[in-house]
């Protein structure tokens, strides 16, 4: 097999950034000449990569002429790797990786249901310029299937997930909080989070950082909520103990990673009632709709919050689909055919 780059956003920081590192890792184990090379600066994942990585060349909202600067440096990087395949995650890695010399194949992942959902127009014309050049696209779930007709799949590969390599911490807290995981932005809602806080009284905690941050701190003060930001955290699972309770009140979501590892954990969970959550099939006890209705079922908790724990049988249906040799199988099958001659 030829060279393939692994474009990512950042060092750390998503789920995306993480799987993406798990990915590169388990290729570069299983003997595949695989690099990394995540574009901004940022802050190191507990998802440390072994294989070659290419240093970061941008700043996190760097200016509209810092960023061409960026691309010219991405460009002329890739280029001097000599790939035959590059893989992009996300928004700015495609915005780059599509304008390469057309020698190079081009596979994205679908991370999302709702991509570009700020720059529509900027996505339509990347994706177009894609198709021209016969990329291809890996979604991380079936359910991405038609969420954007501007762009041609050609498999679903799951992501890898790191399960109980990240160990919670020791014990249980003095009572039950509530926690939050996730970058700190409209699509992951955290302010309906901070709303079930206030109406509950639990004791929270929020695990990330975003644009929303100095907003959601003002309503916390303004609310006097018990609340503690951590911001962002290479392993936020040994912040978080066994009788925690874990609220996901994205809007929408790609994969569901921070449901995904919650549950392979035995963690209680409370999970707002979409339709990218909705298809993991978890008891109704675990869902809800609005905050009065996170808020009763708080209400009615056993000490010991026993009845928001999904059922084994149903964690094991669930992750059974993430077998690693099995994902591993499919992205080397996938690799080999775009490098090999």
């Given amino acids: 097999m030829g060279k393939t780059i692994i474009v990512t956003n950042s060092p750390g ?6 799987t993406m590192n798990s990915l590169a890792n388990l290729l570069h184990h299983n003997l595949v000449n695989v690099s990394l090379f995540p574009i901004n600066i940022g802050e190191i994942d507990a ?7 290419i240093s970061p060349i941008r700043h996190w909202k760097d200016g509209l002429i810092p960023t061409i600067n960026s691309f010219f440096v991405f460009r002329t990087k890739i280029v001097k790797a000599s790939p035959q395949l590059v893989i992009a995650n996300c928004e700015l890695p495609e915005l780059y990786s599509v304008f390469l010399p057309l020698r190079i194949k081009l596979v994205f992942v679908e991370h999302t249901s709702s991509p570009w959902r700020n720059r529509l127009l900027i996505g339509f014309l990347v994706r177009s310029l894609a198709r021209l050049r016969n990329a291809d696209w890996v979604l991380v779930s079936d359910h991405l299937e038609s969420k954007r007709v501007f762009r041609k799949p050609i498999s679903v590969i799951p992501n890898l997930i790191s399960f109980n390599e990240h160990r919670l911490a020791e014990g249980n807290s003095p009572s039950s909080r509530l926690v939050f995981i996730g970058r700190l932005s409209y699509e992951k809602d955290p302010h309906l989070f901070l709303e079930i806080a206030r109406l509950s009284g639990y004791s929270a905690i929020i695990i990330g950082s975003g644009v929303l941050i100095d907003e959601l701190a003002a309503q916390s003060e303004k609310d006097n909520l018990s609340l503690r930001f951590t911001g962002h955290l290479k392993n936020p699972w040994a912040e978080i103990h066994r009788n925690d309770i874990i609220v996901i009140t994205s809007r929408f979501e790609g ?20 339709p990218d959550l909705r298809r993991f099939g978890l008891p109704e006890s675990n869902y ?15 000490e010991a919050s026993d009845s928001l724990k999904v059922p084994p049988s149903t964690i094991a249906r669930i992750l059974s689909t993430r077998n690693e040799q099995t994902i591993l199988g499919l992205w080397v099958e996938l690799i080999k055919r775009f490098t090999t001659p």
């Fill in 13 to 18: 920081g998503g789920g995306a950034e993480r």
């Fill in 47 to 53: 998802v440390v990569p072994v294989c070659e990585v």
């Fill in 255 to 274: 994969d569901g990673l921070v449901l995904l590892e919650a549950i392979s954990r035995n963690l209680p969970i409370l999970v707002r009632d979409i």
């Fill in 288 to 302: 809800f709709q609005t905050s009065d209705e996170a808020t009763k079922k708080l209400f009615e908790l056993t």
